[in-house]
């Protein structure tokens, strides 16, 4: 049988993001009391407790600091084999993202990658990340 992929809901918090993705844009918050990038979205600064976070363009090219090549799948609608990575962002923040592009035996650490944005049915465009 299949299955439809499980698609994110956007909530009030993350909604800047979600619409930033549409417009082909990478936004990452970031806390004007420490001025440190927060990725996943946060009510509060998980660095200082600041509770002003404002959402900010980020230059979308990073490297790969590890990943996981899935095997199995988990949820409807992954199919394996795919890589999720946390990927370095030299804005001093690690995203999380599938990398696409390749083949997963291609995937290494160190591994220079730019932002691309896929289009998830149901939903709209997510950021996965492709060899640069």
Same mark, same amino acid.
């Given at each position: 049988?299949?299955?439809?992929?499980?698609?994110?809901?956007?909530?009030?918090?993350?909604?800047?993001?979600?619409?930033?993705?549409?417009?082909?844009?990478?936004?990452?918050?970031?806390?004007s009391?420490?001025?440190?990038? #927060?990725?996943? +979205? @946060?009510?509060?600064?998980? /660095?200082?407790?600041?509770?002003?976070l404002?959402? &900010?363009? *980020?230059?979308?090219?990073?490297?790969?600091?590890?990943?996981?090549?899935?095997?199995?799948?988990?949820?409807?609608?992954?199919?394996?084999?795919?890589?999720?990575?946390? #990927?370095d962002? +030299? @804005?001093?923040?690690?995203? /999380?993202?599938?990398?696409?592009?390749?083949?997963? &035996?291609? *995937?290494?650490?160190?591994?220079?990658?730019?932002?691309?944005?896929?289009?998830?049915?149901?939903?709209?465009?997510?950021?996965?990340?492709?060899?640069?």
């Amino acid at each position: 049988m299949d299955h439809p992929r499980p698609v994110p809901v956007p909530a009030p918090l993350t909604e800047p993001y979600w619409t930033a993705c549409r417009r082909g844009e990478l936004v990452l918050q970031r806390c004007s009391g420490c001025a440190r990038f #927060v990725h996943f +979205p @946060e009510a509060t600064c998980p /660095f200082c407790g600041g509770d002003r976070l404002s959402y &900010e363009t *980020v230059g979308g090219r990073g490297t790969v600091h590890t990943f996981s090549v899935v095997h199995r799948s988990f949820l409807p609608g992954f199919e394996p084999p795919y890589v999720v990575a946390w #990927v370095d962002l +030299p @804005e001093g923040v690690r995203v /999380f993202g599938d990398v696409t592009g390749c083949v997963p &035996e291609d *995937v290494r650490i160190g591994m220079p990658v730019g932002v691309h944005f896929t289009e998830l049915d149901g939903f709209g465009p997510i950021p996965t990340w492709r060899p640069a």
